[in-house]
Every structure is written in structure tokens, then in C-alpha cells.
């Protein structure tokens, strides 16, 4: 048989009867199972690998971006004290003292922080493995339409992330460590101030990827433009119940996450929008 001869003979035919080439054949349910182990085990070595140099940099890591807003020189103190000529100054005279009261409370929560950051380090490429996965089992029209998703996701994650760390963080922070019930002493334990820097961050950064949800969701027509002004009412009162719900019971906090949901809801109309008209340009 010639170099260049393709032998089919071992190929598989599909439901007309023709040959398929190997590529071009069904996964098994245990195939695709294969290769999702595949992608999940990649995602887990950049996780791990990211956690691991954050973990060796844990004094920079703890003192710096975990327990930055506790810190009395934390950067958005300032910035919101110059921003508002003076008027919204609320760094701590000193910084807030932090305990650790567990006898391996240090050191566990080192070892879990360090793998949740690592997963921050790593969402680009986390995401990147998901989606290529996921991308083969689109139609061609589905793949056209999200196409770009990882880079955008990624960079609406980062901004929800610093959202909540520079924002979110230092008022829920300033007000919790502040409020005193019968004048006992407020000293906050390691364990929950690392807890409420993850509610601060995270449900942001899931939040400011409503955009490209409402993209997806008005692309293939489940989602209008005009039934999202219609019920925008309605939004804003879910909205402010969100925030409320994420953030401490502090006025001034909920106002700062509520504003820019709503304008992630208007920017989210816009797109919609745009994904109504190529799905209308699709059908005809």
C-alpha cells in the first residue's frame, strides 16, 4: 500500500452508511469521561502549582492582599479619603489585631488560602481547559458566538476580584471591626476575617460575569432586550436585595455594590441587544 493510501477499512460508518474518518467518530460516554479527567487534572496542576508559590510568599500574601484592609495604610483609605476632598476618611488609627485561637488555625487556613488564590492565579487557564472541553459538543453557530468568551470572562473576573478587594473590602471591613456591642473589645479571629475577605471578593467576581451570561442567554433567543427594560424596575429591587445579602448590614457597602450591579444590568441590556440582532440575523 502507497505511503499516502489511507486504509479504511477499520473505519466506522455512520447512520447513512458512510465511512468515518477516526476523528470524526462519536465519543464514548467513557471516552468523553477521559478526557474530562484529562482537563480537570491540568486545571489541578495550575491550581496547585499557583498555591504552592503562594504559600512559600505566605507572610506577603497574609499581610498584603488577605489582611491589606485591616491594615491601616491600606491603599483605598487613601484613595477614598482624597476622592471625596476629605469627607469619607475611615483608615484605622492602628491596625486591626487579628487572632488565630486553633492550634493549627495559622496553619490550615495558610494551606486553604493558599489553593483559593491559587484557583484566582489560575482562572484564566481553569477556564481555558472547561471551555475546551465544553467547545467541541457546540454547533458551529454556538462556537461562532462565544467566541472570545475566555479572555472576556477572564477579564470581567479580575475586575470583580479587584472590585471587591479594593471597594467591597475595606467598608465592610472598617465597619465590622468598628462595631462594638456593651464596649467589648472587638478582636477578630484569623478564621473569620479570612471568611468574610472571600464573601467581599468572590460573589463579585461571579457577579460581573452577568454580562456575558445575558450574551449567551440573548444569542440563542431565551433572553430580550426589551423584556429587560420592561422588568427593570423589578431588577433594581432584586438588586438591592443582593447586595444586602452579600454585603454587611451597613448602608454605605450595599450602595457601593448595588450601583455598579445596576450598571452591569444596563451594560447587560446593550449586549443583549446586540446578541438579539445576530440571532434575528441568524433565523433569516
Known amino acids: 500500500m502507497a505511503l499516502d493510501q489511507v486504509d479504511v477499512d477499520d473505519w466506522e460508518l455512520d447512520e447513512n452508511g458512510r465511512p468515518m ?3 470524526d467518530k462519536e465519543m464514548s460516554f467513557i471516552d468523553h469521561l477521559e478526557e474530562l479527567r484529562w482537563h ?9 502549582l499557583g498555591g504552592i508559590v503562594l504559600f512559600i510568599f505566605n507572610d506577603w500574601y497574609f ?6 484592609p485591616t491594615k491601616s495604610d491600606f491603599v483605598s483609605y487613601k484613595w477614598f479619603c482624597d476622592l471625596t476632598g476629605g469627607s469619607l476618611c475611615m483608615a484605622p488609627e492602628k491596625d486591626v489585631i487579628v487572632q488565630a485561637i486553633g492550634m493549627g488555625e495559622a496553619f490550615i487556613t495558610a494551606v486553604k488560602m493558599s489553593f483559593v488564590g491559587g484557583f484566582v492565579v489560575a482562572f484564566p487557564y481553569v477556564f481555558y481547559e472547561f471551555w475546551s472541553f465544553v467547545k467541541p459538543g457546540l454547533y458551529k453557530e454556538e462556537q461562532s458566538a462565544t467566541r472570545g468568551v475566555i479572555f472576556v470572562c477572564s477579564v470581567l473576573f479580575f475586575i470583580g ?3 471587591g478587594f479594593f471597594v467591597i473590602a475595606p467598608f465592610g471591613t472598617f465597619f465590622l471591626t468598628n462595631f462594638t456591642v456593651g464596649g467589648a473589645e472587638n478582636i477578630p479571629t484569623l478564621d473569620s476575617v479570612i471568611s468574610y475577605m472571600m464573601m467581599f471578593t468572590l460573589p463579585a467576581a461571579l457577579i460581573y ?3 456575558v451570561l445575558i450574551h449567551f442567554l440573548a444569542r440563542f433567543g431565551l433572553v430580550t432586550a426589551g423584556s429587560m427594560r ?4 423589578h431588577s433594581f429591587i432584586g438588586i438591592l436585595i443582593l447586595a444586602s ?9 450595599q450602595v457601593l455594590i448595588a450601583l455598579p450591579l445596576y450598571l452591569l444590568y444596563e451594560i447587560s441590556v446593550f449586549v443583549a441587544k446586540r446578541a438579539e440582532r445576530k440571532y434575528q440575523a441568524d433565523l433569516d
Open 21 to 23: 474518518p477516526p476523528e
Open 40 to 48: 480537570v487534572m491540568r486545571s489541578l496542576i495550575a491550581i496547585i
Open 63 to 68: 499581610g498584603r492582599i488577605l489582611l491589606g
Open 161 to 163: 476580584i479587584s472590585f
Open 209 to 211: 460575569e452577568l454580562p
Open 230 to 233: 420592561k422588568y427593570r424596575k
Open 245 to 253: 445579602i452579600l454585603t454587611p448590614p451597613d448602608v454605605v457597602t
